[in-house]
């Protein structure tokens, strides 16, 4: 299995990155690999109390963006390409779970009586990011639309030999899904991690 390895860069303990990211991927580990294994790898890097939550984070919790580069860059050392398996379940399940403030929820209700469901994605992911820094721009297609998010909160400072942003490709599906009851297919086509300035998502509706 080819490892994707994974390692801080220059960014400092000023940047942000959300609670619920390194939450719902512990959550993920427990439920793959188990309690022990996790509290192992954890112990490892200081995170402990990640454990010990017993409420989902909501949105505006944020952590050091440093933190949660640790836990990413452990998990791809350790399980190189099946850290996807983590992340990937983690962005679905929060996407799911996560409560949403009263104002976005009725932001989304709202206009997606009147403006297409990938204009209200819009409008919701720059809701979202603004809390940590990132920036969205968007460009509508048929059956879709790419969208480049600038300051990726799940993978800036990282460097891996592929797109690595798991659980935001599963976030943005299971968001759709959970909001407007629709499937796409989502595939991360350019990352930071690569170097590249911006994270570039395909959102494409399901055949």
Same mark, same amino acid.
Not at 155 to 168: D, H, M, Q, V
Not at 178 to 183: D, P, Q, S, W
Not at 185 to 190: A, H, N
């Given at each position: 299995?080819?490892?994707?390895?994974?390692?801080?860069?220059?960014?400092?303990?000023?940047?942000?990155?959300?609670?619920?990211i390194?939450?719902?991927i512990?959550k993920?580990?427990v439920?793959?690999?188990?309690?022990?294994?996790?509290?192992?790898?954890?112990?490892?890097?200081?995170?402990?109390?990640? +454990?010990?939550?017993?409420e989902?984070?909501?949105l505006?919790?944020?952590?050091? +963006?440093e933190?949660s580069?640790?836990?990413?860059?452990?998990?791809?050392?350790?399980?190189?390409?099946?850290?996807?398996v983590?992340?990937r379940?983690?962005?679905?399940?929060?996407?799911?779970d996560?409560?949403l403030?009263n104002?976005?929820?009725?932001t989304?209700?709202?206009?997606?009586?009147?403006?297409?469901w990938?204009?209200?994605?819009?409008?919701?992911?720059?809701? +979202?990011?603004?809390p940590?820094?990132?920036?969205?721009?968007q460009?509508?297609?048929?059956?879709?639309?790419?969208?480049?998010?600038y300051?990726?909160?799940?993978?800036?400072?990282?460097?891996?030999?592929?797109?690595?942003?798991?659980?935001?490709?599963?976030?943005?599906?299971?968001?759709?899904k959970r909001?407007?009851?629709i499937?796409?297919?989502?595939?991360?086509?350019?990352?930071?991690?690569?170097?590249?300035?911006?994270?570039?998502?395909?959102?494409?509706?399901?055949?």
């Amino acid at each position: 299995m080819e490892e994707a390895c994974g390692h801080p860069g220059k960014e400092t303990s000023q940047d942000l990155t959300y609670k619920i990211i390194p939450y719902f991927i512990v959550k993920a580990m427990v439920d793959i690999i188990g309690q022990n294994a996790t509290k192992v790898i954890l112990r490892k890097i200081d995170m402990l109390n990640l +454990l010990e939550l017993r409420e989902t984070p909501s949105l505006d919790e944020t952590i050091p +963006l440093e933190n949660s580069l640790r836990l990413m860059e452990t998990n791809m050392k350790i399980f190189g390409e099946s850290y996807a398996v983590f992340s990937r379940r983690a962005g679905y399940n929060a996407a799911r779970d996560i409560k949403l403030p009263n104002t976005i929820i009725d932001t989304i209700e709202n206009s997606s009586k009147f403006v297409d469901w990938r204009r209200s994605m819009k409008n919701l992911s720059e809701k +979202l990011l603004a809390p940590v820094g990132s920036r969205v721009e968007q460009n509508l297609l048929d059956d879709g639309y790419v969208i480049k998010i600038y300051k990726c909160p799940e993978c800036r400072g990282l460097k891996t030999n592929k797109p690595c942003c798991y659980f935001l490709s599963s976030f943005i599906g299971g968001i759709i899904k959970r909001f407007f009851n629709i499937e796409v297919d989502v595939d991360e086509v350019r990352c930071m991690a690569l170097g590249e300035e911006f994270c570039e998502f395909r959102v494409i509706l399901k055949r």
